[in-house]
């Protein structure tokens, strides 16, 4: 059975790098029909696209986010990270990893249960 | 700031049909599939609908999905109290080298 699990820290003080990784158990991170992704929700907002990539280091972004957002895989570890760089207070919400199909087009079919980062001095 | 636009709310009272729009572009909905999500607070959200209309395993047959040119909509039929929820829609944008855009949400309340 899937399951994705984020992990990173729960605080992150403003213009520093937020870093997350989501361990991936119960697929191949490493499979043609799969990409791997981001998305958040700030408190009392709606969801928002971060991006994602494929095994082979593809990747697609939020262009809102591009110029702050990496995205990596590493296969090795059946793991994926997101590193939002100068977080500012904004940036502050509920981050979830998740699984692209895309054999049902580009739908969201499972998800973590999402992970709460805070930007705080 | 989302491309695709829904209303705030919707309502309705145990077994009426409550329907959701979401309205976008031609560079999103009206050349890309659209899919809607659920999402409960404090959970992760859950794909309801794909591909326009199409239901993933396991999800009800009382949620049902079209799409007409730029605009598509989602139907919930015989309300029940747990459809209480945040509802998404959510497309590929073919604009600024492609990405993934949801909706602005859409809150249903079972009265």
Redesign the interface.
């Known amino acids: 059975q899937l399951q994705l699990q984020e992990s990173g820290p729960g605080l992150v003080k403003p213009s520093e790098t937020l870093s997350l990784t989501c361990t991936v158990s119960g697929a191949s991170i490493s499979s043609s029909n799969y990409y791997w992704?981001w998305?958040r929700q700030p408190p009392g907002k709606?969801?928002?696209?971060i991006?994602?990539i494929f095994y082979t280091g593809t990747t697609?972004?939020?262009?809102s986010l591009r110029s702050r957002v990496t995205i990596s895989v590493d296969t090795s570890k059946n793991q994926f990270s997101l590193n939002l760089s100068s977080v500012t207070a904004a940036d502050t919400a509920i981050y979830?990893c998740a699984r692209r199909i895309t054999i049902?087009?580009?739908?969201?079919?499972n998800?973590?249960?999402?992970t709460l980062v805070t930007v705080s001095s | 700031q989302s491309v695709l636009t829904q209303p705030p709310s919707a309502s309705g009272t145990p077994g009426q049909r409550v329907t959701i729009s979401c309205s976008g572009s031609t560079s999103n909905i009206g050349n890309n599939y659209v899919y809607w999500y659920q999402h409960l607070p404090g959970t992760a959200p859950k794909l309801l609908i794909y591909r326009n209309h199409q239901r993933p395993s396991g999800v009800s047959d009382r949620f049902s999905g079209s799409k007409s040119g730029t605009s598509a909509s989602l139907a919930i039929s015989g309300l029940r109290s747990e459809d209480e929820a945040d509802y998404y829609c959510a497309a590929w944008d073919d604009s600024l080298s492609g990405y993934y855009v949801f909706g602005t949400g859409t809150k249903v309340t079972v009265l």
């Open positions: 992704g998305i709606g969801l928002e696209w991006g994602d697609y972004s939020n262009p979830y049902f087009g580009v739908a969201l079919l998800w973590g249960q999402g």
